[in-house]
């Protein structure tokens, strides 16, 4: 399969993303029923954890790549790289936009009926609507990084 | 409803300009090899820029490389 640098770049950060915060988000889940002070803590170590490990494993990688092609890596986008990026930007961003939204619906629904939440919520797992706006931002950037693939595997 | 769609001659255009290379003309037009590879198979339409600087390149008119062509 012959890529260009910046689907290379897209493909890496596709499967870091889906690996390190798929790991994230099943954690997550698990602290479903968790003492509240036990889980925020955990949920809290879970995310620096994410977020580090993310940096670090994005860095290793596209050096790596900008190391054995660094003609391709100084010359940077064309046209079809950035015609691609700025597609797939706008389908993440209409995701991250929906996601935004529903977790502004969630904070308003619950601040004018607080025992909405509590009595409802099939999920009990503290700071639940900043893990909501996490894995909104999460998605888009999934589908950000899919997208562009989908556009240089099919071409446009 | 009648369909039109791009055609491109390039891959001829570059084996009559001595087996010019993809690399070759994705360095003279500044754009990657892949996406010359791309333009040649049809996936992707280049900017009229991009598409004027490979006539520019091959020495010849836009219509000979880039045509406008029913399905």
Known sequence: MDMSFKEKSAWISLFSTLGIFGYYFYNIALLHGAPAELAKEAALELLLKAIILSVVVEVIFHSVLSATNYKAAEFGSDERDKMYEYKANNIGYTILVIGVMLTLGRIIIVEYNPDFADHNSSMQIPLLTAHILMFSFILSEVVRFAGQIFYYRRGY | MVEFHIVNRVREKRF????????????????????????????????????FKIAVVFGCPFEEVFTYELL
């Not at chain 2, 990657?32 to 991009?50: D, F, H, N």
């Open chain 2, 16 to 51: 009559f300009a001595n087996e010019m290379t993809q690399q070759d003309l994705a360095e003279r037009i500044g754009v990657t090899r892949q996406t010359i590879m791309a333009i040649e198979k049809g996936k992707y339409s280049p900017s009229l820029e991009v598409a």
